[in-house]
């Protein structure tokens, strides 16, 4: 039973605040005053370093508060042990749990690995994600309250020629990552927010890549970074990273996603040495502190426990064939997260056109539809950022439904295409997030749609979908065995 397993435990959460405003917030190298009433430099600008953690003994049981989005396979991943110890240990976890309720205590057996890395803890995962903390930041009016060149910071793509806040909204939506984040990240490495002055390059992060030139590229490199680092660590998949001086570190098992994200980025963009002082009190978290206030103040998490995905149909009409031709792979970009799964009608060759719809996977509002994409809000409360959303991609742009159209469950979006992103072949690309989140395709809160589970492959687009004793194998060639019918009632 989910919801008398979180009733039960959410008495704990008030542990959770205690927790995390633990985390300190002292001055340190890469703190500066950005807003214009905080003129005063801090005084010191040596970073404070955590200590490392003890050599446990093998299976000790060491107390954990479970954080936003905890999962019995990521805690095993964490603290190198097995999801079959941390039941033995904490009995009240029911068999059917998803995600651990926020602030609920915990014993969690741990099995030692050397080169953990910093216990601090920079940002909590509400301030790291594209969602509800998000809906009343106004990207533009902060920016053109600093000094910083990037006031002024203007950059030509398809749509237009957009301003830093344009260019970060559209970075933001697609990978779901805060603006505040990239903002802290152009200050760290460009002074984008106290510097007048621009800096000669076209690779403000550093990745010297002809493809990923201006700020808005960088960014896109950024994003996939992150998200490498953040579901990485969601997924426990993530258990090291390796710097470009070759030094290698493990994140500390108490950590949260959010930071595991900003960690895995950093380590891309500065030797072992220079990292520390950012990552550590007084780095990263300080700025982040400075220019936007305590992120660790009221926060409220994300993902609640007992985390359940609603009823979702396929998105095809009943009586249609398609197949199933990408197992769990990225929802947006390149790597992590592993949040999305491809549909193509049968006998569509290429990017030849097809009139099959693609259909709602239940009721909701549109809030985006543009470029091949199209975003369904299942609350209808018109923000993306906040409850239930579907993310569909390769929308062709004939007959694709208009923004604000209310719909229900079967009704028609478009018709699926190689429109947006990069396709090799007509087909629907569909994802799903919850306040703001990417939620994994398999994970203890699998994609589910009419009693199909999905399941990865060993490889990203591998993989399987299973409804009982019945198995559909996902295949890109769109092979017989990856035929998938709708058995709902045609409306």
């Known amino acids: 039973?989910?919801?008398?397993?979180y009733n039960k435990l959410f008495s704990y959460s008030f542990l959770a605040v205690l927790f995390l405003?633990?985390?300190?917030?002292?001055?340190?190298?890469?703190?500066?005053?950005?807003n214009q009433d905080q003129t005063e430099q801090l005084a010191t600008n040596v970073p404070v370093i955590s200590p490392t953690r003890p050599p446990f003994?093998?299976?000790?049981?060491?107390?954990?508060?479970?954080?936003?989005?905890?999962?019995?396979?990521?805690?095993?991943?964490?603290?190198?042990?097995?999801?079959?110890?941390?039941?033995?240990?904490?009995?009240?976890?029911?068999?059917?749990?998803?995600?651990?309720?926020?602030?609920?205590?915990?014993?969690?057996?741990?099995?030692?690995?050397?080169?953990?890395g910093t216990s601090h803890q920079i940002i909590p995962d509400s301030q790291y994600i594209y969602g509800?903390?998000?809906?009343?930041?106004?990207?533009?009016?902060?920016?053109?309250?600093?000094?910083?060149?990037?006031?002024?910071?203007?950059?030509?793509?398809?749509?237009?020629?957009?301003?830093?806040?344009?260019?970060?909204?559209?970075?933001?939506?697609?990978?779901?990552?805060n603006p505040k984040v990239f903002l802290i990240f152009l200050e760290a490495t460009a002074g984008g927010l106290t510097n007048p002055s621009a800096p000669d390059t076209d690779y403000v992060f550093g990745y010297k890549v002809n493809?990923?030139?201006?700020?808005?590229?960088?960014?896109?490199?950024?994003?996939?970074?992150?998200?490498?680092?953040?579901?990485?660590?969601?997924?426990?998949?993530?258990?090291?990273?390796?710097?470009?001086?070759?030094?290698?570190?493990?994140?500390?098992?108490?950590?949260?996603?959010?930071?595991?994200?900003?960690q895995y980025a950093l380590s891309k963009i500065y030797g072992y040495d220079e990292y520390q002082t950012y990552v550590n009190q007084g780095g990263f978290s300080q700025t982040f502190i400075t220019s936007f206030g305590n992120p660790w103040q009221n926060d409220s998490p994300p993902i609640p426990g007992s985390l359940v995905q609603p009823y979702l149909n396929l998105p095809f009409n009943p009586g249609r064939v398609w197949n199933y031709t990408g197992g769990p792979h990225t929802g947006w970009g390149d790597g992590q997260p592993y949040s999305a799964i491809d549909f193509a009608p049968s006998g569509v060759k290429g990017c030849a056109e097809s009139r099959d719809w693609v259909t709602a996977m239940a009721d909701g509002k549109i809030l985006r539809s543009v470029n091949g994409e199209v975003v369904l809000d299942l609350d209808k409360?018109?923000?993306?950022?906040?409850?239930?959303?579907?993310?569909?991609?390769?929308?062709?742009?004939?007959?694709?439904?208009?923004?604000?159209?209310?719909?229900?469950?079967?009704?028609?979006?478009?018709?699926?295409?190689?429109?947006?992103?990069?396709?090799?072949?007509?087909?629907?690309?569909?994802?799903?997030?919850?306040?703001?989140?990417?939620?994994?395709?398999?994970?203890?809160?699998?994609?589910?749609l009419e009693g199909w589970v999905v399941r990865n492959g060993i490889r990203p687009y591998q993989g399987s979908l299973v409804k009982f004793s019945q198995t559909v194998i996902a295949s890109s060639k769109a092979e017989g065995f990856s035929a998938i019918e709708s058995q709902l009632e045609p409306r």
């Open 132 to 177: 509800p903390t998000t809906t009343e930041f106004n990207i533009l009016e902060f920016v053109r309250s600093q000094p910083g060149w990037l006031k002024n910071y203007r950059e030509p793509r398809p749509e237009g020629n957009l301003d830093i806040g344009g260019l970060i909204t559209m970075v933001s939506q697609h990978f779901s990552v």
């Open 381 to 448: 409360d018109g923000l993306e950022q906040t409850g239930w959303v579907i993310f569909y991609l390769h929308i062709s742009s004939t007959d694709r439904i208009t923004k604000g159209k209310e719909v229900e469950a079967g009704d028609p979006i478009g018709y699926p295409s190689c429109e947006g992103g990069t396709s090799t072949g007509t087909h629907v690309h569909i994802s799903r997030k919850f306040n703001g989140e990417w939620i994994l395709a398999d994970s203890p809160i699998p994609f589910n």
């Open 1 to 5: 039973m989910k919801f008398p397993f």
């Open 21 to 34: 405003s633990a985390c300190g917030n002292p001055e340190g190298p890469f703190s500066i005053a950005i």
């Open 57 to 116: 003994e093998p299976g000790q049981l060491v107390d954990y508060v479970a954080q936003s989005g905890d999962t019995l396979p990521s805690l095993a991943a964490h603290f190198n042990s097995t999801i079959e110890e941390i039941r033995l240990a904490n009995p009240i976890i029911p068999k059917d749990a998803s995600t651990m309720p926020p602030g609920m205590p915990m014993k969690i057996p741990i099995y030692y690995l050397p080169l953990w």
């Open 211 to 262: 493809t990923h030139k201006g700020v808005y590229m960088q960014m896109v490199w950024l994003a996939n970074e992150l998200n490498n680092g953040y579901y990485g660590w969601r997924s426990g998949t993530l258990k090291e990273f390796e710097f470009p001086d070759g030094s290698i570190e493990r994140p500390d098992p108490w950590q949260n996603a959010g930071t595991v994200g900003i």
